[in-house]
Structures are given as C-alpha cells and as structure tokens.
C-alpha cells in the first residue's frame, strides 16, 4: 500500500514563519548591539540579502564571544569555553541539517544556509579557527594562512553564496571569478584588524598573529610590509565588486572602503603608536564613505537605464 504524504498544517506552517520572523530579528539584536558601522554598510544591502548576511555575522559574534569574550566574562574555565564551542558547532551543524534549531541564532543562520546552499564545508574551517585561539598563541606562516582561511575568508564565501542566490528561490553557486575576490576582502579584514588590535591581542589575550612579528618591537618596515599585503588584498576584492548584484555591491563597496580608509590611517601612524594604542576611522569620515559609496553605485545605474 502507498502510504500519500500529508498536506503540511497550515497553523504549523505559520508558527513556523513567527519562528523564523522571531530569529531574524535575534540576529538582527546581536549585530546592532556589537557593529555600528556593519550595521550601517548592511541597511544598504538589498531584501532579503540584508537579513541572510546579518544572521551569517551574528553567528560569528556569538562564537567569537564564546572564544574571547562574554564566556571568560562569565567565569567559564578554559575547558568550558572549549567545550561550549564544541557544543554551539554541533547545534550548528544539526541546524543545517534539519532545518530547526531552538537557539534564535543559529536558526536564522540555518536558513540562510539552506537558502543559499552554505554547507560545512564553510563552517568547519570556521570553528576550526575559533578552536585555535584557545591554543594557539603564534602562527607560522602555514598556520597563519590556515587560520586567516576559516575565521575570514570563509565568511566571505558564505556572504558571497548569499549574494549571488540574491533573490532567486534555490541556491546560485557564485560564479569562479568572485570567489577569489570574496576571499582577498575577507583576508584583508582580518589583517587590518590584527594590526590595528595588535596591542590587545599581545596584552589582553597573549596572541600574535603575524608570523615572524613581535607585537612589542613592531617596526616601520615589518608595518610597511604588512599593510603592502593588506593594499594587495583591497586591491583584488575592489575589482571583483564591480561584478556583484545590485543588492550587494553597494554595502560592500562601503564595507571595502571603510577598511581602506582603516588601513591609510594605520599607514599614518607611526609603529611605536600601534603599539600602544588602536587606530579607528572618526564617524564622520565613515558617513563620508557611505555616502561616497552610495553615490559611485548610482552613478552606473542611471547610466544603464538610459543606454
């Protein structure tokens, strides 16, 4: 006997979309409570880009908590934190695999992942670096590489695959051309950040990231040589944004110049400063850049529509 499928309920189905609605709003609370200017560059993204790429962030803040932040806060042992990682990776991967998870969070990045078609192959490399903060306190150059791969690149990726499913209503594997792109902007990040907190790294977290560099004795020509690297990166991701969706390229174009802007003030300051002390771009300089950024994708629109 064929047993016929049951027709889905229509009150679960609701309940269902009240969940999700519920999510992404939790997502939405973790970004704006941590990122201004992140949450500024994705009020540009387009729907329903925008929420995909905030529930992708808020994953990563919430790790990142548990790894650096409110966890130790809280008075977990080094063991605990180990082992909540772990835990928050499993409900991650149960998620993808099921469609459910009963932590806001990592429900609203399932959806997207599902969406979008983001797999472990993204998210292990991703925890996989978070694991190592707990251990690992200097990389060489391979596991600077390694480290850099899965705790950014890989989130460009997973923002790359939103941004090419767009709106579509099955996945869109991004085109090979930005993939390399995603990774440079998503590398880039991560240096510009390890530079500019070189200090807190050092002091607050006995780390240091840049193989071969000592934080304290950081000099003109290793910073030159460093922000080199970074320029190099900027340069390759700025290239690949031009082939982005309408609904994307202007919030990344933002997000691109902001570290931009990041890495010339790094520039200006002398070696000795960035040992003491973090760089930041005033608000006003980043109103600038969003409004620039905003301006420059207008411009090609409008051009477009009349040709």
């Known amino acids: 006997m064929i047993v016929q499928p049951q027709p889905p309920d229509p009150q679960a189905a609701r309940d269902a979309r009240t969940y999700a609605s519920a999510a992404t709003r939790s997502a939405d ?34 790790a990142d908590e548990i790894v650096d ?22 409900r991650t991967e149960q998620a993808l695999a099921s469609g459910f998870s009963s932590d806001l969070v990592v429900h609203a990045f399932a959806l997207t992942a599902r969406s979008c078609g983001i797999t472990t192959e993204l998210t292990r490399p991703f925890f996989a670096s978070m694991r190592a903060d707990l251990t690992v306190t200097e990389h060489d150059p391979d596991s600077f590489e390694e480290y850099v791969y899965g705790s ?42 390890f530079l500019r907190d070189l200090r807190a790294d050092a002091e607050g977290r006995g780390r240091s ?26 340069a390759a991701a700025g290239a690949a944004i031009e082939q ?22 790094l520039e200006r300051t002398d070696a000795a400063s960035l040992r003491t002390s973090r760089v930041r771009v005033p608000d006003a300089q980043k109103t600038a850049i969003i409004t620039r950024a905003v301006l420059r994708e207008r411009r090609p629109r409008r051009r477009r529509s009349r040709a």
């Open 29 to 62: 609370r973790v970004i704006d409570s941590y990122s201004t200017s992140f949450g500024a560059a994705t009020r540009l993204l387009g729907a329903p880009v925008r929420a995909r790429v905030r529930s992708i962030y808020a994953l990563v803040r919430v």
């Open 152 to 193: 950014s690149e890989v989130v460009g990726l997973m923002c790359l695959h939103v941004f090419a499913t767009d709106r579509s209503p099955v996945p869109v594997a991004p085109s090979p051309q930005l993939l390399d792109g995603a990774r440079r902007l998503g590398a880039a990040f991560q240096k510009v950040n």
């Open 244 to 265: 982005l969706p309408d609904t994307s390229r202007t919030a990344v174009r933002t997000v691109h110049d902001l570290f931009a802007a990041l890495a010339d003030r």
């Open 69 to 90: 932040g409110a966890a130790l806060g809280s008075g977990l042992t080094p063991e605990q934190i180990a082992e909540a990682l772990d835990e928050y990776e499993a």
């Open 209 to 234: 990231y840049f193989p071969g560099v000592d934080p304290a004795t950081l000099t003109e020509d290793e910073k030159r040589t460093l922000l080199a690297d970074i320029r190099g990166d900027l």
